[in-house]
């Protein structure tokens, strides 16, 4: 029975071990401009050729990635992007920025209701969080790179990197080909803002963390502005749906196909 548990064990360590050595193909980075300082890690293409234009998409991590090691971040989809048949049909920087602990991706305010579930008060307007202005300056600066082909720029997130993803939408609605969304939430009010940026929405039925009708609601909001939303819920999916999502076959090809 010792032996089990102690080989089960060396199977985990093992396969914790080779995690890390897969991340280290992320190269580390900063970005510091004034009061702004956020870290990242970034993937750059196998052969990358710096006289070459590359497709660059930001994922945006959950709340439980926070933090200031520079590698949580890379939990959830990390490891999608380092499968040779992504690198080999989608050759793309993959930018993971890490929000720290004391700030939140979307500007959003929090309180408990009458259940004591909680409830999200998206902003329409306002500052960005000490976060967010960051992560502002930080793809402003990637998109200066002369390697970085413009036309295809892309955002994603999952929970709260999904709130972060409807935000940098609205804020930088120019910038960007096109973008997906995991458990995230906003303001239908601001949905007007990014109706023309293509958009796909994820989010588990069950999910009792972030409410689905969060997903729900803005996939209504572009309807009542004339688009045809792009969703799909997992009817046994709690606020996991990220693992479900990046299985979806066609997730990245209708990524990548889109263009400014």
Known sequence: MNRIKLT??????????????????????????????????????????????????????????????????????????????????????????????????????????????????????GKPTKAMHALLGMIDNFLDKPFVDKKKVYIGGLSMGGMGTYELLRRKRKTFAAAFAICGGDNIANVQKYKKVPLWIFHGEKDDVVPVVLSTSIADQLQVLGKTPKITLYPEANHNSWD????????LPWLFSNQK
């Not at 479900?244 to 997730?251: H, K, N, Q, T, V």
């Open 8 to 125: 089960a064990f060396m199977v985990l360590l093992l396969g914790l071990n080779g995690m890390a050595q897969d991340f280290k193909k992320y190269d580390s980075g900063n970005f510091i401009e004034g009061k702004d300082s956020i870290y990242y890690r970034v993937l750059f293409p196998e052969n990358f050729d710096p006289n070459q234009k590359y497709p660059i998409l930001f994922f945006l991590h959950g709340s439980g990635e926070r933090g200031n090691d520079n590698e949580k971040q890379l939990t959830h989809g990390g490891k999608l992007f380092l499968k040779d048949s992504v690198r080999k049909k989608f050759p793309a920087i993959i930018v993971f920025p890490q929000c720290s602990n004391d700030s939140f991706w979307a500007n959003v305010e929090f309180k408990n209701n009458e259940d004591g579930k909680r409830e999200f008060n998206f902003q329409t307007g």
């Open 244 to 251: 479900s999502a990046f299985a979806e076959p066609e997730l």
